[in-house]
């Protein structure tokens, strides 16, 4: 093995130092002149394939993204903002949706909303696509993402607000929902209402595994039996509420509490808990996640763990316009909370 290596080291980031990765360390790490790295990037068929690999080895290491409008006449704002959200279907983020697009309006922004899904490697792609276009602001629902995801962010220098989830390594600004706590307080909510055999239907993200694990730790805790739990694919749906309190009550017909991670998962836990002929909530408890219009308007009506998406999306937007004129929000990291809103199910 040759002393040396061609190899560019990554470059050390973090939530509080955080710098905008340019050409010039591209060049720097690749051992090249600027405008070699400006053809690789425009015109890479005028480039050796040695130097490509080089200078892309650097690219890849440092996780810079080539600024698409640099050719562009623009001011040194974009005035536009990109807000990632794992699904729009359902109404979960409709809150947060219209705040955050009423609350930028009136600074001066546009929003841009793209829907990542929930596996990372189609987030990276659309971050790439988003970060070439330099927002004045990034808005990211959770905190899951890829160490590439993650190292793109922190290089482009661009703002970004992490919301619904919580971490102690906020990639630069957070609004926190911590899902552990969800979990318990509904676990401690259905023992308070009498309930001694818990389940939980659950979709099949990162956050919605957060609240099904918590909601087993405490009811552990609290001397019950360990509950059911089942994980059905995400975006649900009411189909999958039906089909999982079949397979809930099929591993355990003692279960008397059900927590479900959507609203729209509990609707149909209530319509098939009808169809069996189950009293809600004296033999079955049901307890849903986001506060949904539909959590209001079924009968009996849902209890819901609600999460102010009007707040996120309201204080993401003045952290964006904030960074924008230059300035820092007095906190880079606020709390959100949640509150379980009671109702006739539970």
């Known amino acids: 093995m040759s002393a040396t290596s061609n190899k560019p080291p990554a470059p050390p980031h973090s939530s509080i130092d955080r710098g905008?990765?340019?050409v010039r360390e591209v060049?720097?790490?690749a051992g090249v002149s600027m405008i070699t790295v400006s053809r690789v990037i425009n015109t890479p068929q005028q480039v050796s394939p040695a130097t490509l690999?080089?200078?892309n080895a650097a690219i890849n290491a440092l996780g810079y993204v080539p600024n698409l409008m640099a050719g562009a006449l623009r001011l040194s704002r974009?005035?536009?903002v990109t807000l990632l959200v794992p699904s729009v279907a359902g109404s979960l983020f409709a809150g947060m949706l219209t705040a955050l697009t009423e609350s930028l309006d009136a600074k001066g922004f546009q929003l841009m909303v793209g829907q990542s899904g929930y596996a990372t490697p189609r987030e990276d792609a659309l971050l790439r696509a988003i970060i070439g276009r330099r927002p004045d602001?990034?808005?990211?629902?959770g905190v899951m993402?890829?160490?590439q995801g993650r190292q793109l962010l922190q290089a482009s220098g661009i703002p970004v607000v992490e919301t619904w989830d919580t971490t102690s390594t906020p990639i630069d600004m957070l609004l926190s929902v911590s899902h552990e706590q969800i979990g318990a307080a509904v676990s401690t909510y259905l023992f308070d209402a009498g309930k001694k055999h818990l389940a939980v239907l659950a979709g099949d993200d990162e956050r919605a595994h957060l609240r099904a694990s918590s909601v087993v730790r405490k009811a552990l805790e609290l001397g019950l039996p360990e509950p059911v739990v089942r994980f059905v694919s995400a975006p649900t749906t009411h189909a999958q509420g039906r089909e999982g309190l079949r397979s809930l009550l099929e591993a355990d017909k003692r279960i008397d509490g059900v927590f479900c991670t959507s609203d729209l998962m509990a609707a149909g836990v209530l319509t098939e808990a009808m169809v069996q002929g189950l009293s809600v909530p004296g033999q079955l408890a049901v307890v849903g996640f986001g506060d949904m219009d539909i959590a209001a308007s079924m009968s009996p009506s849902?209890?819901?763990?609600h999460v102010d998406g009007a707040a996120i999306g309201a204080r993401a937007a003045e952290m964006i316009a904030a960074c924008a004129n230059g300035q820092r929000p007095a906190q880079s990291v606020v709390e959100i909370g949640f509150e379980i809103v009671r109702r006739e199910s539970a």
Do not use: M, Q
């Open 20 to 22: 905008k990765v340019t």
């Open 27 to 29: 060049a720097r790490a």
């Open 53 to 55: 690999e080089k200078v």
């Open 78 to 80: 974009s005035n536009l």
């Open 137 to 141: 602001g990034i808005v990211l629902t």
């Open 145 to 147: 993402h890829s160490p």
């Open 302 to 305: 849902i209890t819901s763990v």
